[in-house]
């Protein structure tokens, strides 16, 4: 099968928002969890990719994991001269931790070529490498040596194995198949718990239940202060998140990162690790409701809250209500338009009608005048010559008064019809534009350990 697929390439997501599908299925709000260690035991919803995962014959996630840090580096330190710039995500963050969800889609998994170098050490068969070290001693000489566990870099990657190679190129990769085994074995993962408490306690913090919940440990204070300090540790808490997820604890990470994010925002214990918390602990777990969740438990009590650049997106939302109010207007605009077109008709039909009117009127009387003139106008006598005068006097007085009448009649045809076309000029014009509206940290030094 490996071969069938091993020419086919998995196309990687090329932008934050490809890698970050927190908020592709809700944005609405879920019930938040009281406590500062409120973790979510419900039924997962697992994430999908973007595009379907193919195996392919490259191993991506070992070939640089340095050069990428780097690269995150030098971009937000760029972002860092400027103190009041809104802080920016990363993307080889958010490519790093997508990845991790999806079970690393470039990776080949080479099944049964794997010698269980991660399982065999868990069950104190071999030691870590390079220190020669057996897991027996590590669980119970180092624990409370928090000098050794600070300055020791190589045992970490024996510690919480990860499909992905850190500093540590003697420790080997995990594979599915060894994922698998190691949940079968009932010492490894005892072993596996005691390793994380260890850490945890390191950390200032004590594992209080079998569901994951955390607290403060009684030294919580003095370490603390040192996690504050160290930000080197923010890769380690990194790697062991990934590690629970891959060996079975899933449902621890969510109850820790919580923790972390009250300490960080809430109680302002370890200020210094939030940023890390936000691109890296929460979005290494898997199941996006969860993440939701942190996400807007951190965006209540973040500050400055304009620099909350993790969700939920209000793009789209914006956009589609400032669509609906520029259509109304326009539509608004459109129906006024129309109807002055319409009364623009109606006016010129009405003085049209008046025009018909005065015209029929002045027919009327015109039309008995001339007859009256020559049929009742009597035989030539000097008393009738006499009168002849007046009647030419009121002939011309009704000639003066019909075509006074006729000019009050076609005047307000004449002014209507000359607007009228204005009228539906700038009508036609406006119904065609409503047609066409218009802080660096470690984790960006190596991604990887």
Not at 199 to 226: C, P, S, Y
Not at 295 to 324: C, D, M, V
Not at 335 to 355: E, G
């Amino acid at each position: 099968m490996g071969n069938l697929l091993g020419g086919v390439s998995f196309r990687e997501p090329t932008t934050v928002e490809d890698c970050d599908s927190t908020w592709q299925t809700d944005s609405e709000p879920e019930p938040e969890e009281p406590g500062p260690g409120g973790g979510s035991e419900g039924p997962q919803e697992p994430e999908q990719p973007a595009q379907p995962p193919e195996r392919a014959g490259g191993r991506s996630h070992s070939s640089a994991p340095d050069e990428d840090a780097e690269a995150a580096g030098a971009e937000q330190g760029g972002d860092s001269t400027e103190a009041t710039a809104k802080p920016k995500r990363s993307f080889y963050a958010a490519r790093d931790l997508y990845k991790y969800r999806h079970q690393y889609p470039n990776f080949k998994d080479i099944r049964y070529q794997n010698d269980l170098s991660n399982l065999r050490f868990y069950k104190n068969k071999i030691p870590f490498k390079p220190d020669g070290v057996y897991i027996e001693e590590v669980l119970n000489k180092w624990k409370g040596d928090y000098e050794k566990l600070e300055h020791n870099h190589t045992y970490i990657q024996w510690l919480f194995p990860l499909r992905e190679q850190g500093l540590n190129f003697y420790a080997k990769e995990l594979t599915t198949y060894e994922i698998e085994e190691f949940k079968k074995t009932k010492e490894a993962i005892r072993r596996f718990l005691l390793a994380y408490k260890m850490m945890l306690e390191f950390f200032g913090i004590k594992l209080t239940d079998k569901t994951g919940n955390v607290a403060r440990a009684v030294n919580w204070q003095e370490r603390f202060q040192h996690l504050n300090e160290s930000q080197h540790n923010y890769l380690r808490i990194t790697r062991i998140l990934k590690s629970l997820g891959e060996l079975g604890y899933e449902s621890f990470k969510s109850p820790l990162v919580k923790f972390i994010l009250h300490e960080a925002l809430v109680e302002n214990t370890i200020p210094n690790i939030k940023q890390s918390a936000l691109e890296y602990f929460v979005y290494t777990i898997r199941d996006r409701r969860e993440r939701r969740k942190l996400l807007r438990f951190a965006q209540k009590h973040y500050t400055p809250s304009e620099n909350f650049i993790w969700g939920p997106p209000r793009k789209e939302q914006s956009e589609g209500s400032k669509a609906q109010k520029m259509s109304s207007p326009l539509a608004s605009s459109h129906n006024s338009q129309t109807s002055m077109h319409k009364k623009a008709k109606d006016s010129k039909n009405s003085s049209s009608a008046v025009h018909l009117n005065s015209k029929t009127a002045e027919e009327k009387k015109v039309a008995p005048k001339e007859p009256v003139e020559e049929t009742d106008r009597p035989s030539p006598e000097p008393s009738n010559e006499a009168a002849k005068p007046r009647n030419t006097e009121k002939d011309s007085n009704a000639e003066n008064v019909n075509s006074q009448s006729k000019k009050t009649g076609t005047n307000p045809t004449e002014k209507k019809e000359s607007v009228s076309p204005e009228n539906n000029e700038d009508g036609e014009n406006h119904n065609q534009d409503s047609e066409n509206p218009g802080n660096t940290n470690c984790h960006d030094v190596v991604l990887a350990q």
